[in-house]
């Protein structure tokens, strides 16, 4: 998924605009691109893909903003108005830009029907021309059931009325650990001291007191805007971690039955029995940056140029990457640089963290084969609730259910839940112009056949086939060709692709597991960032 939102143009921001962040004046927005991996069933993994979105933006919008959208809300439920009029993003494949890559691709609707229901936001009106290129959100299993939007309406709508109620006087929770570092409640570094120091040195303006002074470290304007950068950082973390938790909350307490009477709603328990992964990435609109955001074992990746030491630092702005080494792909001067490790049993620190949130004598079997109490890989995940509630409301869900005594409702040894979360790290990472190209987002599907550095390769030498241009068209993009050397090697076998797309479902999750990819060339890749 990946969605825009936000007022303004895209021009260039200097540090003073983090600064202002807050302020009503301020240009807002940007752009999120989510690769979602379900589980258990895909309902887990569509709602939250179509939902997340709105619970990332609630938090980043300013309150005037907010406002309206909360009045928008109101008017859905009081006056009926269409849902459309609360949309807070404008997905990207539903623009008039976005380009059908394949036939099995493109969603053909028919426009006699309720405009409103097929295209969710007013600004795309301009699209009821071209149902043939119209991309549904949705995917290939239609919109969510009726009982879950009017849920979602419900959460977003008090959602935005907590944060302006808060939004003078709200705590984000990250803390320095020794070294200086933020860190998060939970002890993983958000952003590392000395890079937003470099960042206050690298967009300080040319004429500050900054860049005119013998050691700026020792000034008290770059204290000052050190903590500035650390508060604009901490309250854009705070958003994504908040927005994403609300949301498996929100849809764990939809579902339960303990708060609307002895009643099941069969859609909303098929969106939290089933559970999914996630991990999302924020540019906000100045595209100076990205923020991760990653709940288990999906990954982003960022491919970056490291060139020699004998190619120049600074690249007149005609020139880009392609044209300094004129053409030739060299792979020893791209770097892998993988954002958030996997939340696995292989990550230690992530193991480290559900130990001691349970007792010390559970430590021998909360990790069992690998899988947290022997059944799940990811240690971080939506829905899933087997793994969250407590036992008498299992219980009481299996009882409504009619299931059989025997049904395993919960895992083995649970015995002080929840053992599965869904808060997600969040990373704050500066781009570097010239040298971060582009960023790959991709499932475990992905990343269990090829690696990092691999993945980088085959994008980098992909861009260097179409000679700096990745908007080649629909035969051979950056994502498939990295699809295509995942299931056929470097060679991309087509023999080998094709017998895995051959096996039959319940032969194939034996072999390969769903991949998805998304690649984003980032601003920093072109010279004229504009």
Same mark, same amino acid.
């Given at each position: 998924?990946?969605?825009?939102?936000?007022?303004?143009?895209?021009?260039?921001?200097?540090?003073?605009?983090?600064?202002?962040?807050?302020?009503?004046?301020?240009?807002?927005?940007?752009?999120?691109?989510?690769?979602?991996?379900?589980?258990?069933?895909?309902?887990?993994?569509?709602?939250?893909?179509?939902?997340?979105?709105?619970?990332?933006?609630?938090?980043?919008?300013?309150?005037?903003?907010?406002?309206?959208?909360?009045?928008?809300?109101?008017?859905?439920?009081?006056?009926?108005?269409?849902?459309?009029?609360?949309?807070?993003?404008?997905?990207?494949? &539903?623009?008039?830009?976005?380009?059908?890559?394949?036939?099995?691709?493109?969603?053909?609707?028919?426009?006699?029907?309720?405009?409103?229901?097929?295209?969710?936001?007013?600004?795309?009106?301009?699209?009821?021309?071209?149902?043939?290129?119209?991309?549904?959100?949705?995917?290939?299993?239609?919109?969510?059931?009726?009982?879950?939007?009017?849920?979602?309406?419900?959460?977003?709508?008090?959602?935005?009325?907590?944060?302006?109620?808060?939004?003078?006087?709200?705590?984000?929770?990250?803390?320095?650990?020794?070294?200086?570092? &933020?860190?998060?409640?939970?002890?993983?570094?958000?952003?590392?001291?000395?890079?937003?120091?470099?960042?206050?040195?690298?967009?300080?303006?040319?004429?500050?007191?900054?860049?005119?002074?013998?050691?700026?470290?020792?000034?008290?304007?770059?204290?000052?805007?050190?903590?500035?950068?650390?508060?604009?950082?901490?309250?854009?973390?705070?958003?994504?971690?908040?927005?994403?938790?609300? &949301?498996?909350?929100? &849809?764990?307490?939809?579902?339960?039955?303990?708060?609307?009477?002895?009643?099941?709603?069969?859609?909303?328990?098929?969106?939290?029995?089933?559970?999914?992964?996630?991990?999302?990435?924020?540019?906000?609109?100045?595209?100076?940056?990205?923020?991760?955001?990653?709940?288990?074992?999906?990954?982003?990746?960022?491919?970056?140029?490291?060139?020699?030491?004998?190619?120049?630092?600074?690249?007149?702005?005609?020139?880009?990457?392609?044209?300094?080494?004129?053409?030739?792909?060299?792979?020893?001067?791209?770097?892998?640089?993988?954002?958030?490790?996997?939340?696995?049993?292989?990550?230690?620190?992530?193991?480290?963290?559900?130990?001691?949130?349970?007792?010390?004598?559970?430590?021998?079997?909360?990790?069992?084969?690998?899988?947290?109490?022997?059944?799940?890989?990811?240690?971080?995940?939506?829905?899933?609730?087997?793994?969250?509630?407590?036992?008498?409301?299992?219980?009481?869900?299996?009882?409504?259910?009619?299931?059989?005594?025997?049904?395993?409702?919960?895992?083995?040894?649970?015995?002080?839940?929840?053992?599965?979360?869904?808060?997600?790290?969040?990373?704050?990472?500066?781009?570097?112009?010239?040298?971060?190209?582009?960023?790959?987002?991709?499932?475990?599907?992905?990343?269990?056949?090829?690696?990092?550095?691999?993945?980088?390769?085959?994008?980098?030498?992909?861009?260097?086939?179409?000679?700096?241009?990745?908007?080649?068209?629909?035969?051979?993009?950056?994502?498939?060709?990295?699809?295509?050397?995942?299931?056929?090697?470097?060679?991309?076998?087509?023999?080998?692709?094709?017998?895995?797309?051959?096996?039959?479902?319940?032969?194939?999750?034996?072999?390969?597991?769903?991949?998805?990819?998304?690649?984003?060339?980032?601003?920093?890749?072109?010279?004229?960032?504009?």
């Amino acid at each position: 998924m990946a969605s825009h939102f936000g007022e303004g143009d895209f021009s260039s921001l200097t540090l003073s605009d983090h600064k202002q962040s807050n302020d009503e004046k301020s240009v807002y927005g940007g752009t999120i691109f989510t690769v979602v991996d379900g589980h258990g069933g895909h309902a887990c993994a569509h709602a939250v893909n179509l939902l997340h979105s709105d619970y990332i933006i609630s938090g980043l919008l300013p309150p005037k903003v907010s406002e309206v959208a909360l009045r928008n809300l109101h008017q859905i439920k009081e006056l009926r108005t269409p849902r459309s009029i609360c949309e807070l993003a404008v997905t990207l494949w &539903m623009t008039s830009g976005a380009v059908v890559t394949g036939e099995s691709e493109r969603i053909e609707f028919g426009l006699k029907a309720d405009i409103n229901s097929r295209f969710p936001n007013p600004n795309l009106t301009s699209m009821h021309s071209q149902p043939s290129v119209s991309w549904g959100p949705w995917g290939p299993w239609g919109p969510l059931p009726l009982s879950v939007r009017d849920a979602h309406t419900g959460h977003i709508s008090k959602f935005l009325e907590e944060l302006l109620s808060t939004c003078d006087e709200r705590e984000f929770f990250f803390s320095d650990n020794s070294e200086g570092d &933020m860190i998060d409640p939970d002890g993983f570094i958000t952003a590392p001291l000395n890079t937003i120091k470099e960042t206050v040195m690298k967009y300080s303006e040319p004429s500050s007191s900054l860049r005119r002074s013998e050691d700026p470290t020792l000034s008290s304007d770059f204290d000052q805007s050190v903590d500035d950068l650390r508060n604009y950082v901490a309250a854009t973390a705070w958003a994504l971690r908040n927005g994403l938790l609300r &949301m498996d909350l929100d &849809m764990s307490l939809a579902a339960c039955p303990t708060f609307h009477g002895p009643v099941l709603d069969k859609a909303l328990l098929r969106v939290v029995f089933a559970g999914c992964v996630a991990t999302s990435v924020y540019i906000p609109r100045h595209r100076k940056e990205i923020f991760a955001a990653q709940v288990g074992d999906c990954g982003a990746v960022i491919g970056s140029y490291s060139p020699p030491c004998e190619v120049p630092v600074t690249i007149p702005s005609s020139i880009d990457i392609y044209t300094q080494t004129s053409g030739e792909y060299t792979r020893e001067h791209w770097e892998a640089k993988l954002l958030i490790p996997p939340h696995i049993s292989e990550n230690e620190a992530d193991v480290r963290r559900i130990k001691s949130s349970h007792p010390v004598h559970e430590a021998e079997f909360i990790i069992r084969d690998d899988r947290l109490l022997g059944e799940l890989m990811p240690l971080r995940a939506f829905g899933d609730i087997r793994f969250k509630w407590s036992t008498d409301d299992l219980k009481n869900i299996a009882r409504l259910l009619d299931l059989p005594p025997n049904y395993p409702i919960s895992p083995r040894f649970y015995a002080s839940p929840p053992y599965l979360v869904a808060t997600p790290q969040v990373l704050w990472k500066p781009l570097s112009p010239l040298c971060d190209h582009f960023l790959i987002l991709g499932t475990d599907g992905l990343w269990d056949m090829i690696s990092p550095a691999e993945a980088v390769h085959v994008v980098a030498r992909h861009w260097y086939d179409y000679k700096g241009n990745p908007s080649c068209g629909s035969g051979d993009t950056a994502a498939s060709r990295l699809i295509r050397t995942a299931l056929g090697g470097t060679e991309m076998n087509s023999e080998q692709i094709a017998l895995h797309f051959s096996m039959p479902a319940s032969l194939a999750r034996y072999y390969r597991d769903d991949i998805t990819v998304i690649v984003v060339y980032l601003p920093t890749a072109f010279c004229d960032s504009s």
